[in-house]
C-alpha cells in the first residue's frame, strides 16, 4: 500500500464520495478520514524538506513527509482508513449499478 502511493497506484480508478476520482493529495478531501494531523513543527520541517521542489505546484503530501521520515505506522494508518472508505464507496456504486440492471459484468 505504502508503495503503492509513492508509486501513484494507491486508489486507482476508485471515486470519492465528493464524487471526483481519487488521486494523490485528495487524501485531505473533507469526504475521507485522515487519522494523522501534522504539527506546526513537522509542517515546517515538511516545508523545508521539500524545499527543492516548488510547494505550492508539487503533489508532495503530508503522507510524503511521514514517509521520509520512516512513520511508517502513521502513514499506514491514514492509507488504511482512506482505503477502506473507498472501497466502501465502491461497494456502495457498485451495487446501485447491480440492481439498477446497469452492470454489465
Ligand atoms: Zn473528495
Given at each position: 500500500m505504502l508503495f503503492a502511493y509513492r508509486r501513484n497506484y494507491?486508489?486507482?480508478r476508485k471515486r470519492c464520495l465528493c464524487g471526483k476520482p481519487y488521486l494523490r493529495?485528495?487524501?485531505?478531501?473533507?469526504h475521507l478520514p485522515y487519522p494523522v494531523w501534522l504539527s506546526r513543527a513537522e509542517r515546517e520541517e515538511k516545508a523545508t524538506m521539500f524545499i527543492h521542489l516548488n510547494l505550492a505546484d508539487s503533489k508532495v503530501t503530508d503522507l510524503d513527509y511521514l514517509l521520509n521520515k520512516g512513520r511508517l505506522k502513521e502513514a499506514t494508518k491514514v492509507l488504511t482508513a482512506i482505503s477502506i472508505k473507498l472501497r466502501e464507496l465502491y461497494c456502495q456504486e457498485k451495487l446501485v449499478l447491480i440492481e439498477s440492471g446497469l452492470d454489465l459484468k
Amino acid at each position: 500500500m505504502l508503495f503503492a502511493y509513492r508509486r501513484n497506484y494507491f486508489g486507482q480508478r476508485k471515486r470519492c464520495l465528493c464524487g471526483k476520482p481519487y488521486l494523490r493529495t485528495h487524501e485531505i478531501c473533507s469526504h475521507l478520514p485522515y487519522p494523522v494531523w501534522l504539527s506546526r513543527a513537522e509542517r515546517e520541517e515538511k516545508a523545508t524538506m521539500f524545499i527543492h521542489l516548488n510547494l505550492a505546484d508539487s503533489k508532495v503530501t503530508d503522507l510524503d513527509y511521514l514517509l521520509n521520515k520512516g512513520r511508517l505506522k502513521e502513514a499506514t494508518k491514514v492509507l488504511t482508513a482512506i482505503s477502506i472508505k473507498l472501497r466502501e464507496l465502491y461497494c456502495q456504486e457498485k451495487l446501485v449499478l447491480i440492481e439498477s440492471g446497469l452492470d454489465l459484468k
